[in-house]
């Protein structure tokens, strides 16, 4: 079938057109997705300055070489690998390097905390490697610790009151409470039998 050169040219910049506007673009697609100058890179730091209930978290971020706007940076952590929380984030710009630190709070003391920084930019997304640590633990976040065990186990420093923590405690305070009631009984008992032969010695010396 013959076609007309004005046809086909009209055809070919149509179809053209088209698959710029659908993202399909030849130098578009090796942009985004064949040039590593435009990766940036992200290399988590271990943290610094841990105490009981924060923390300061490091990493180095890059900008990539053909990377005109700079990226942006984060950090991702939580008390698993998981990483449900997030930081603040930041623009690196147009630096080539970039130390970002980020300081966390509120922690849980002894507590293990994972941390992870991020790096994006229009065309990429690069994660660091997972690190993680552990927050400090003082003699005050010891003696808040709610014990464990088979004692009774109470924390009336913290809650207020003096209750069993276990089953054990339980019981052991049960015995007590009938310990108390048997000598609560027995004392009652003593005090009512003298009392009773203080009157009869009484009656007696007013017949005399």
Not at 6 to 32: K, M
Not at 67 to 92: C, I, M, Q, R
């Amino acid at each position: 079938m013959f076609i007309k050169r004005d046809t086909f040219i009209n055809i070919f910049l149509t179809a053209t057109f088209g698959l710029i506007l659908l993202g399909f673009s030849p130098t578009l697609s090796s942009a985004a997705n064949g040039n590593d100058s435009l990766v940036p890179g992200a290399t988590t730091n271990p943290a610094t300055s841990i105490s009981n209930r924060s923390a300061q978290l490091n990493g180095l971020v890059t900008n990539g070489a053909a990377d005109a706007y700079g990226a942006n940076t984060w950090f991702e952590w939580g008390t698993s690998p998981n990483l449900v929380f997030k930081t603040g984030t930041l623009s690196v710009r147009t630096l080539t390097a970039f130390r970002h630190t980020d300081s966390i709070t509120d922690l849980i003391p002894g507590m293990t905390y994972y941390f992870r920084v991020v790096a994006e930019n229009s065309f990429y997304r690069t994660t660091g490697d997972i690190l993680s640590f552990t927050t400090n633990i003082t003699s005050a976040d010891a003696i808040n610790i709610q014990p464990t065990g088979t004692g009774l186990g109470a924390n009336a420093i913290d809650s207020g009151t003096f209750l069993p923590t276990s089953i054990m405690g339980w019981v052991i305070l049960m015995i007590l409470f009938l310990i108390l009631v048997v000598l609560t009984k027995h004392v009652y008992r003593n005090t009512k039998t003298n009392n009773i032969v203080h009157i009869d010695e009484h009656h007696e010396e007013a017949h005399h």
